[in-house]
């Protein structure tokens, strides 16, 4: 993960935008900028301060002025859908499982930094 986040960190401004509790995406935030040094999220966006969302993202919460060049990466291409769609900025990415079997055999790293080192290299 952090070896993705160094090859996109400077070529985008990055937020972090979920369905979760605030309590989550800063503790997510902290992880991901605890695990690489001079990372950092531009905005939070979590239920809690949007309690609109019913099951929607917008841009528009993240990007008042637009969102011309914004990217997407959501394991979920539904809530991107409704409203304004906006599936092309999506890039569909594998959902991560804590719990599952194959987390536990060391499988589930191999196939996360797969498929990161390959959306890294489309990114840029």
Do not use: M, N
């Amino acid at each position: 993960l952090a070896a993705f986040f160094e090859r996109v960190a400077p070529l985008y401004e990055l937020a972090i935008y979920t369905h979760g509790s605030r309590d989550y995406a800063l503790a997510v935030r902290a992880r991901l900028e605890a695990a690489s040094p001079g990372l950092k999220f531009a905005g939070v966006v979590s239920r809690d301060c949007c309690p609109d969302l019913r099951g929607e993202k917008s841009l528009a919460r993240l990007f008042p002025g637009g969102a011309a060049r914004a990217l997407i990466l959501d394991d979920r291409l539904d809530v991107w859908t409704r409203g304004e769609d906006q599936t092309a900025r999506v890039l569909v990415v594998q959902p991560y499982k804590f719990f599952s079997a194959r987390f536990r055999d060391g499988d589930a790293h191999r196939d996360v930094d797969s498929q990161l080192a390959h959306s890294a290299t489309a990114l840029e």
